[in-house]
Structures are given as C-alpha cells and as structure tokens.
C-alpha cells in the first residue's frame, strides 16, 4: 500500500526503528550509580564518604528517577523515597543511624503534603503534623513518656531537628487550634556538645505575629518586625537535593559519568570543607558587624588573602588585607578568616601542598 506516493509497509519500519532507538537511547543514558558525600552533603570519594547514596542517574541530565536509597557509612539506611528527573514524589521514609523509622511522609512535586509523622528512636510517636503548602498545622505532640502534649493542634510543643550536620534547632511554643500562640523560642544546639544559642524569640496572638526579637549574629535581642521561623522547615539538604554539590575530591576517575568533575585529584586548589554553602554558613555564623563602623554607615567588601598548609591550617602569620574598607572592618574579616577551620589543602602530583586563597569578606548594613 502506498501513501501520497510512500510505502506504509516502510513508514512503520521508520516508526519501529525509530522507537527501538528511542529505547536504547534511554537505556544507555541512565545508570544505577553509588555515589559518595562528605558531612555536608557534598559530592566526595568512596575514601572520605559518610554518606553513600543508590540509585538511578539519567548521565544526560544528572538527575535520578524511580527508588533512591541513601545509606550511613555503617551501611544502615538513611533514607529512602521515589523521584522522577530529581523530583521527590510519593512517600518518603527517614531513618535514625540505629536504623529505627524517624519520620515518613509524602511529597508531591517538591512540596510535603498531608500528614508527616516523627517518631522517637524508641519507635513511639513524637508528633504528627499536617502540611498545605507553606501551611504547617501541629496535630498531635507526645512527650518521650508518652504524654498527649498536644491533642488535634492544642496544647504545648516541644521539638528539635536538625538543621545543619552539626546543628539542631529547638522550638518549643503553645498552640491554640493549631494557631501558635504567646511566646515562642528558637534555639541552636551544636549536636557535638551539646552547648545551645538563643536564635530567637517570636510572640503571637491568634496566629498572627505580633513581636520577636533576634540574638542570632550578635544581634542581642534586636527587635524584628516579622516572623524569621517557619513551624517545620524543611531540612537544608532535602531543599537543595539534586544541585550536586561537590568537593575537589570528586572527580571524573571515581564518576567517569559525570563529566562535570575534575579529570583527576593529582592537582586541585585548596577548598574548604562542605564548599561555598559551609563556609558562607561559617562566617555568617561567626562574622560580627563592628558598633563603630556601624554607626558610621561604614559597609563593602574586605578582600583577605592567607596562606593554605599542606596540612590544611591556615598560615596565621600569613592573613593579609588585600582590600581595605575601614579599619575595624579589616580587622573583623581578618579575626574570622584566622578562625576558620582547616581546608582541604591543595594538591599536586597527588600530594597535598601548601598554596596561597584568597577571600572576599562582605559588610552590608540592613535597611
């Protein structure tokens, strides 16, 4: 049979050829992959993981599709969800290291949807809260003996969950019809220590926000004029899944299908531990804004320059401004830049070297 002068009998060969291409194409661009992060999250060799993730990457769009499993370094499960093109869909299991369930819930298109319970490590309920889009609605909150603290959005509440690899946040607030209401409190508690910082305190009324005050950033109780904390928020490294961040570890010889990376790690600058996000997190945790240059309206950006170890500690001796602003400024950039930890040091021919960074160090003053 011919069709405006073309065999059908060829056409659906075309057709048939072109999906098993199609096929083909598809099954050679996805792959079941393990890949390895550091304590931040970031992309690192199987030698230096904590965490390892399972699953499948579409090698064309680095993204994963169907089941992903993520694992502690011990080889317990961490957690466990389904996603389509780097999508969370479906439900969602999280789990202690002791491998004990530690919350599960759904997720449709990136966004937490209906009920999402916590549990205790014992296995027993910790709260169940309720989600619509940014809405969070506390439902129920029972203490570790078991107590209803909470009963359908009434009551007290008290939790902490984390927010960093090495943070925690604790709220504790009263409820009135799932509404938050009089004084709320927020505080950081570094998990290896235990120690705890008032973030921040935020008094409602019906719901509504009527006052708050912030110590974070050596604020010292400076007043707010909107709430800063949402009731639940969603953990940092959930909110960022899939934007592959990675450390000068990572490279093309461990992941060839990741041609973004680094073809080997023989030769690298030094970086810091986690990348950009933990050392932005770090020196905003630890930058203070000098009174002086504050009341004189003084703000830029100080550019530092110090010197990398081969061990990874930075030079003391060797902090230099590059950039001056204002001189108590300078000095407040250089007092940070002197604290942060050891990098990861730079490397040549596979050994680590001591090299030369530098660092911008940015003052704004807020409206």
């Known amino acids: 049979m011919k069709f405006c002068g073309r065999s059908v009998m060829s056409i659906k060969y075309v057709l048939l050829f072109l999906f098993v291409v199609s096929i083909s194409y598809q099954a050679h661009s996805q792959k079941r992959a393990v890949t390895f992060y550091d304590s931040a999250w970031a ?12 699953g499948i990457i579409d090698t064309l769009r680095y993204q994963y599709y169907g089941e992903v499993a993520e694992f502690y370094k011990n080889g317990k499960r961490l957690m466990r969800g389904n996603f389509k093109a780097s999508i969370k869909q479906d439900t969602f299991y999280f789990y202690y290291p002791s491998g004990q369930l530690e ?38 909150y029972y203490d570790k003996n078991g107590t209803h603290k909470v009963i359908d959005g009434n009551g007290k509440w008290k939790t902490a969950y984390d927010v960093e690899p090495a943070k925690m946040l604790a709220i504790k607030g009263a409820l009135v019809d799932g509404r938050r209401s009089g004084v709320w409190t927020y505080q950081l508690i570094d998990k290896a220590h235990g120690d705890s910082t008032l973030y921040c305190t935020e008094t409602f009324e019906n719901g509504k926000f009527t006052s708050g005050k912030m110590y974070a950033e050596n604020k010292r109780g400076q007043r707010m004029d909107a709430p800063h904390m949402f009731v639940y928020p969603e953990l940092t490294r959930m909110k960022n899944w899939g934007k592959w961040e990675v ?21 690298m600058p030094a970086s810091f531990k986690g990348g950009l996000p933990a050392m932005s997190a770090f020196v905003g945790r630890n930058l203070h804004y000098p009174p002086d240059a504050r009341n004189k309206g003084k703000q830029g950006t100080v550019i530092v320059t110090f010197i990398v170890k081969a061990d990874g500690a930075i030079d003391q001796g060797s902090v230099t401004v590059i950039q001056s602003v204002y001189p108590s400024l300078d000095a407040e950039a250089v007092r ?19 090299s030369e960074s530098v660092l911008p160090v940015k003052f704004k003053l807020s409206l």
């Open 336 to 354: 940070v830049v002197k604290k942060l930890p050891a990098w990861n040091p730079a490397m040549k021919a596979g050994k680590p070297v001591q």
């Open 43 to 54: 992309l690192t060799s199987k030698e230096r993981g904590v965490y390892y993730r399972v």
């Open 103 to 140: 919350t599960k819930g759904v997720y449709q298109n990136n966004v937490r949807k209906g009920i999402w319970t916590n549990y205790y490590e014992s296995g027993s309920v910790r709260e169940r809260l309720e989600f619509d889009n940014v809405f969070v609605t506390v439902k129920d």
């Open 247 to 267: 450390t000068p570890y990572a490279s093309r010889k461990e992941y060839p299908y990741l041609p973004f990376l680094v073809e080997d790690v023989d030769e």
